[in-house]
Every structure is written in C-alpha cells, then in structure tokens.
C-alpha cells in the first residue's frame, strides 16, 4: 500500500491520480509546508488506497489528544505572569478562581474538579476540602497544564468539570542555573498601618521558633485521654496548664506600618550521556513573603416582614501574612526506549494573621460586640513520585508505570479569640467568652497506577492503539481539634474586664480563685475524627481511526471505591456520631470522535458517565471556623456520591500557525450534586452541606487567538510587533430541580427526610455556577526589542456561595458573590548585561479596584462578606548562567 499526504488544496490532485490510468506521481507540497510526513515517491493508480487531509497548523497536544481540553504551555505562564497555577488557570476558557486557590470549571465546584501532579493524585491541606488548592503550586516549578474537559477513561471517574493535570519541568537538554527576585507593594496595604501581633522572632522564615509549641502539661493532659476541668485534673494542675500558655506574644493586637512584598527563585539543571542513558537534574527553589490586609463589613440578616435587614453589621480589620516556601528536585534516565523519573515537590505555606471585628450583634440583642483572633496556620505538602516509560516492538508496544507517596498537613496552634463588650460609658471592656484552639489535620494519599498499550496499524497512516490499566489510590486523614477557654471563676471586677488583654490572663491572676483553664472540646460537633477513601480501579480503552479522518476513543473504567468518616471522642467516650461509610461500584464508559473534516479543521464530540464523592471534611460533623469568611462550618454525615452525565461538541479551527478559533457546547446532568446552605441554630448561623434532588448545567463556549502584523508601518510603533489579540467567553445555565415531595438528609434533621424546598428553590442556579466567564487579552511581541507587553481583562458574573436559610414560613435569599472585572498589565523585557542574559518584569493587577462583595439582597442589601482587594504592582529581575 502506498500513501499520499496532502492538505486540503491538494485533495482533488490525489482524486485525479486515483481515476486516471497509467502512471501518477504524487504532488510534492511546498517546502515551506509542514504537512509533508513523507518523502515524494512515484505512485500507481489503483494502489492508493487513501488520502490523509492533514492539520499543518493543529498544534501538537490538540492533534495527539482526543479530547476537549485546554493547553496551558510555559510560555502562555510568562506571557500572562501569573505566580501561581490558580491564577494562570483564571485564563482558560470555562474556568474561574474562587478565594484564590480552588478552580471552577464550566461553573461546577471544586469537588466536582480533581487535580493531578505528574499524573499522580495529592492530598489536601485544607479542612474543607478534598482538592489541594492551586496556589500552593507556583508557576517557577511548572512545564504545562492541561485541563480535560471532556472525561476518558484513564482518568480517576471523579470527574465533572474537568481533571487538571499539572506537569513539572524536567531536566534541561543544556546546564542551565537561573535567579530571579522581585518586590511588590498593594494600595490597600503597602506603607500602612496594618494590624500584627508579635508571635515569635522567626515568623518572617514561615517557621515558628517554638513559641506555638503546645506547652508540655497541656500535651500531657492532651496524651491522657481527659478532659481539662476540675473533674480530671487538680486545681493546681490547672494553674499550671494556664500558666503555660504564652500571653502577649501571641494574644496582644499592635499596630504598625506594613512592609512590601518580596521573593526569590533559583533553578538549576543540567544532563549528561552515560553507557545507559542520559542522566538529568532539576531543582527549583522558591520563597515568597506577602502581605494582605482587608478593611470591610459582615454582616448578618433576617426577614422583617417581606424584606430582610441587617440584624448583625460588623466592621472588620485583618492584615495576614503570607509565607511561601517551595523546593522541587527531579532526576531522571532515559535512552532511545526507556525513561525513568523520580520527582520530589515540597511546599510550605504559611499564614499569619492578626483581626478583628465590632459592631451590633444579634446575640447580645443587637448591643456592640467586639472579637479579635490571632492565628497562624501551617499548610505542607509533600510528594515523591517514580514513574517510567518503555517501548518494545519498535514502539508497539508501550507500558508505563507509576507510584507516589504524598503527604499533607495542616497545623493551627494557639488559634485564639478574645471577645468583648461595651459598658456604659461606651469602652470595651472583656466578655467571658475566649477560644484557644489547637487543631492538626494529616493526610497521607499512597498511589500507583500501570498502563499498558498495543499500537495496530490499519494502514500506513491509520491506526489504532488498545490500552488496559490499573490504579490505586489510599487516602488517609486524621483531624484533631482541642478548644480551650480561659474561664472566670467567679466574675470578674470592673478594673479587670477594662484591663489589657495580657494583663487579664496574666500568671497573677490565673489561679484557682480567678481565671482557670478548661476544655470545651466537642462540645459543638466532634473533637476529632478519622478518614479513608480506598478506590480501586482498572480501565480498558480502544483509540482508533477505523474510518480515514474520523479518530475515535471508547473506553470503560471500573472503580470499587469505599469511604468512610469517623468521628472520635476525645476523650475515650462513645463517639458523638456514628460513622459514615460509603461503598460503591461503578462502571463508566466514556465515548469521544474526533472528525478532521477540512484542513486545519476539526470537530470533537463526547460522551460520558462520572460520578463526584463527598469530600472528608462534608461528611465530618465537627465544627470549623473558616478565616477567609468567618463562618462556621460543619459537617453532613449523610451525604451520599453525585452521579454525572456529561456530552460535549466542539469545532476547532486552525488557520495559522498558534492561531485559532473554536466553538462548544457542554451538557451535564447531576443526580444527588452537594450543595452548601446556611443553617440557624438559636441565633447561630452555621454553614453545612446536603445532597440537592438533582440539577443540570448547560452552556457554549468560544475562544479566538490572532496575531496582526504591520510590515509596511515603517519606523512607528506598530513596527517590528507582532500583535496578540486573544479572547474566550462562556455562557452557561444551571438549574436545580426540586420537586413536590423531593426530601432531604441533613445533621441538624439527624437523618430524617426533610422537605427541599425548605432549603433549596426550584429552578435556581448551582452553588458557585457562574452565568458569564469572559478573558481577554491584548499584547504586542517585539522579537527585535526582546520585549513582551500584554493587558488582561477578566470577568466572571455573579455566583452563588451558599444557599439561605430556611426560615419560619420562608427561605432566606440566597448568598451571592460578584466577581466583577479584573484588569492586569504584564510587561517583559530581556537584554544582555556584562555578558549575562538578564530579565525585567512588571506586573500591575486589578488597575479597576475590584472589590470581594458578597451580599443577600431582598428589598435591602446584606453586606455578608465585603472589602476593598486594591491594587497591585510588582517588578522582577531575573538572570540565566
């Protein structure tokens, strides 16, 4: 069998050769075309059995891919400057950033997107959340995204948005050792006064020199197994206890002005040949220390009459400080058939985080509270993966591997807040109410998977490639949380309550007849709890061009996974709720066919069965206060999995070289999606979870990038640019059914069916579905200059945080927040220096000011969570050895 590559110019030449007798050569592109797969030969009529319209400007992951799926590449990270996989990702068609860390996909949650490192599943730092948020992953360390939309079966079948698969850069073909820092100021709070508290003298490292060590009689008492009260310990045990807790470091509020932002990076590689392969080296290592402080109001409402008002309005202060560390180390072999990898990711984020909140409060009857917290968490992930690839039968067959060990862990001593009130000549004065909690979160993910794939030729340019694998995943989390409170034994005087914090709870007056310390652990949901999610899963897939030009993907994956949630006591009782195990079989089959119909052209369409599990923290009945809202959240230990139908077309069209336009739509149907209301307890509002009747979401979505060129411009300055205008756009609806009789399972109804509509409207959108998604961006590349110059704009419509609560007779509105518009500028400029190759950045972010507003509204405005981001600007150096 001959071949003939052509493009679609030179379709009807192939027809002529195909019909005519005699003898007929093929046409031999021209040179500059890189559609030629073949040198040109002499063909015989009646001998060519196909013709292969080829995608000359198809770049290569769309055309290897069967998919729908965006490519984010490491040029498109430093064209747009993002510092982080979070924001980079705000960028990709369909997809939004919520609080700065979790990616929204066509309008589904994070639970609904699972995120992979290398190919290889990661653990979660965060309480609510199963998915490792993105920001812990800075863009330094990274080759390329890809974020699938479309689901196949070599993917885990928690699948509903999409999977995001982040690539780490491996070791250079050339040494190379890079260095780069930067500094950077916000309007909202560089050069201004910010509130602190001193903490210990090595927080600047992200490290604490052992000042938030739990002290050793409170560990002790912790390891026994009983509660800190007088029934368990002796009064003077507890005036030890108390005694040695650290008081003013870490519980005196200061204030003082707030220095500027600032980071490094360093990178080095290198490779070399040996007898068995090339050898190669990476290793990257980043830090970061930012600073953030919010000035706004939350507030509380509920209905009067047919309009809700504000019953509970709060000003609020908090300046957080944000340290980043980060290390990567690869090392990898590979020759012509085999490559191995060992790659080892560690990060280490810390937040430290001084506020404060006054104003009316419903529970004191609408009289002046005032709460101040100091915090500091440690969020740290690590992972280590081996991985390799090898090729037999002249790369027939091809058979890769991989097994990944992660840890998480969140830690948050001495998590403390005082509150106070008002006397009558108006000063604050101490409330009895305190908090000092000491929380540890750990979670280990062991994982190991192997693929194995036969490639079949069916012609000399068809052909069809069988896969079979097998995957593990063991997740393990254990969470503790100890709350404490510093207690009035019998009342306080006045000059006490007017005192300064630290000379309150100082040693004198902690003692048996005046303050003591206690343990009110658990006594609002579970102190502690454990986890484990097993999924086993093997999967069978066939990718085929049976048909010329139309390559299709059909697989089926089956995955036996069991869940279980287990509170503790902590204090060896009976646990205060049973535990919840999840146990289920699924198969899930997956359907796409990719039609390359015309040169450069392509339409994609797809079909699949998925399903989305609780997250640990959703099914944990134990009580959390989130600091990023300052809402309290608690668990559903009756949530069951989401099952997801997904279908999507997509048109791609090609038409020069990195310059496209492509237009979808996307279908899902949701039976059982989680959804997140408010719930009232007393005056008490608490954030919980339960499992809507069922809900759809639809949309289309289009994307366009074109470059524009100006020769003839002579000397101006639209000369010697090349010039990018690119932009996407998603227009989506979701809507979630709720029928007459259509019940619910929550923990405040202990599991008895409860009516839907009491917590969720008819027909209102999804929790976090955003109508419009929208990015643009305009920039100019000056290869003569060496210079790079972009503006982004981004836009995300309204969305829902949670659903409102259901009140007597009626159901709250619900809480909405309003993204807005964001507009950056990112400049870039390399040049040589004393012989070295340097670079200069500068970013400036949200030039319009857009503020975090999120509200209820219903004849009046409730201001749930409201403050001003400001605006940024940073410039970097960077240098290459």
Do not use: C
């Amino acid at each position: 069998m001959k071949r003939l590559s052509l493009t679609l110019t030179g379709v009807l030449l192939a027809t002529s050769a195909m019909i005519a007798p005699g003898l007929a050569f093929a046409q031999t592109p021209d040179a500059q075309s890189p559609a030629t797969r073949t040198e040109p030969e002499p063909v015989v009529a009646g001998e060519l059995d196909e013709v292969v319209v080829l995608g000359r400007y198809i770049p290569a992951p769309n055309r290897e891919s069967s998919e729908v799926a965006a490519f984010l590449t490491s040029e498109d990270l430093e064209r747009t400057g993002d510092s982080s996989a979070a924001a980079a990702l705000t960028r990709v068609t369909g997809l939004t950033v919520v609080e700065g860390r979790f990616i929204y996909v066509r309008g589904l949650g994070e639970r609904y997107s699972s995120a992979l490192l290398n190919g290889s599943p990661l653990p979660s730092p965060e309480p609510l959340q199963r998915v490792v948020p993105l920001d812990l992953f800075p863009s330094s360390i990274l080759e390329s995204v890809t974020v699938q939309k479309t689901y196949s079966s070599d993917f885990p079948g928690e699948f509903g948005g999409g999977v995001i698969d982040l690539r780490t850069i491996g070791a250079p073909s050339e040494p190379f050792f890079s260095f780069s820092s930067s500094i950077g100021a916000n309007s909202e709070t560089t050069n201004k006064d910010g509130l602190i508290y001193f903490g210990s003298r090595t927080d600047f490292t992200g490290f604490d020199d052992g000042t938030r060590d739990v002290p050793g009689p409170i560990a002790l008492a912790f390891g026994s197994g009983q509660q800190i009260n007088r029934a368990n310990f002796s009064t003077e045990q507890l005036q030890t206890m108390g005694h040695s807790l650290v008081n003013a470091p870490l519980r005196l509020l200061q204030r003082d002005v707030i220095p500027v932002n600032f980071g490094f990076d360093v990178a080095g590689g290198l490779s070399s040949d040996s007898r068995i392969g090339t050898v190669g080296l990476i290793a990257v290592a980043g830090y970061g220390n930012s600073w953030t402080t919010r000035r706004g109001f939350q507030e509380e409402g509920q209905f009067s009459g047919d309009v809700i008002v504000p019953v509970t309005s709060r000003a609020f202060e908090s300046t957080q400080n944000d340290v980043q560390l980060n290390l990567l180390g690869g090392l990898s072999l590979s020759n012509p058939d085999h490559e191995l990898k060992w790659t080892n990711f560690y990060v280490r984020g810390t937040t430290k985080e001084a506020r404060t909140s006054a104003g009316p409060d419903l529970s004191v009857g609408g009289g002046i509270l005032r709460d101040d917290y100091t915090e500091w968490f440690v969020r740290q992930l690590f992972s280590s993966q081996l991985a390799g690839d090898h090729f037999f039968l002249d790369g027939a067959l091809e058979f890769n591997w991989r097994a990944a060990f992660a840890r998480t862990s969140r830690d948050a001593p001495y998590e403390s807040r005082f509150q106070y009130g008002v006397n009558a000549a108006g000063d604050f004065i101490h409330n009895p109410f305190n908090l000092i909690s000491f929380s540890e979160l750990d979670e280990d993910v062991i994982s190991g998977g192997a693929d194995v794939s036969y490639t079949l030729p069916l012609s000399d340019v068809r052909e069809a490639v069988f896969s079979l694998g097998v995957a593990r995943t063991d997740s393990r989390r254990d969470a503790t949380r100890h709350d404490l409170q510093l207690s009035a034994v019998s009342g306080l005087t006045d000059n006490q309550r007017l005192s300064r914090i630290d000379y309150l709870y100082s040693d004198f007056n902690i003692n048996p007849t005046t303050i003591e310390l206690r343990e009110v652990s658990g006594t609002n949901g579970a102190g502690a709890y454990e986890a484990d999610l097993v999924v086993n899963a093997v999967y069978a897939q066939v990718d085929a061009e049976i048909i010329p030009l139309v390559r299709t993907t059909l697989g089926l994956r089956y995955e036996d996974g069991r869940q279980s949630v287990t509170p503790r006591d902590l204090f060896g009782g009976a646990a205060p709720f049973p535990a919840t195990t999840l146990e289920e079989q699924y198969f899930l089959p997956a359907f796409t066919a990719t039609w390359n119909f015309a040169e450069d052209q392509q339409l994609r369409i797809g079909a699949s069965q998925t399903i989305g599990r609780p997250q640990f923290r959703e099914l944990a009945p134990q009580s959390y206060t989130d600091p990023e809202s300052d809402r309290e959240f608690t668990g559903n230990p009756f949530l069951v999995d989401t099952e997801i139908l997904n279908v999507d077309a997509r048109y791609e069209w090609y038409f020069a070289r990195q310059q496209y336009l492509t237009a979808g739509v996307f279908y899902k149907d949701l039976e059982r999606p989680v959804e997140s209301v408010v719930v009232l307890t007393g005056d008490q509002r608490q954030q919980s979870f339960l499992n809507a009747p069922s809900a759809t979401v639809y949309g289309a979505e289009i994307e366009a990038k074109k470059y524009f060129e100006f020769p003839d411009a002579g000397a101006s300055f639209l000369a010697n640019k090349r010039w990018l205008v690119q932009a996407n756009y998603t227009w989506s609806d979701s809507e979630v059914q709720v029928a007459a009789g259509d019940t619910v399972l929550t923990q405040g109804g202990g599991g008895a069916p409860e009516q839907a509509s009491f917590f969720i409207a008819d027909g209102s959108r999804l929790q976090g579905h955003s109508e419009h998604v929208a990015n643009l961006q305009l920039g100019w590349e000056d290869d003569a200059a060496r210079s790079q110059a972009t503006i982004i704009v981004n836009y995300v419509s309204e969305r829902i945080t949670a659903r409102g609560a259901g009140a007597a007779g009626a159901r709250e509105p619900d809480y909405i927040q309003d993204p807005g518009v964001f507009l950056d500028f990112v400049y870039r400029k390399d040049f040589e220096y004393a012989g070295r190759e340097l670079g200069f950045a500068l970013e400036l972010r949200n030039l319009l000011g857009a503020d975090y507003d999120e509200f209820q509204e219903l004849g009046n405005k409730i201001r749930i969570n409201n403050y001003a981001l400001g605006s940024s600007a940073s410039v970097s150096l960077s240098a290459r050895f």
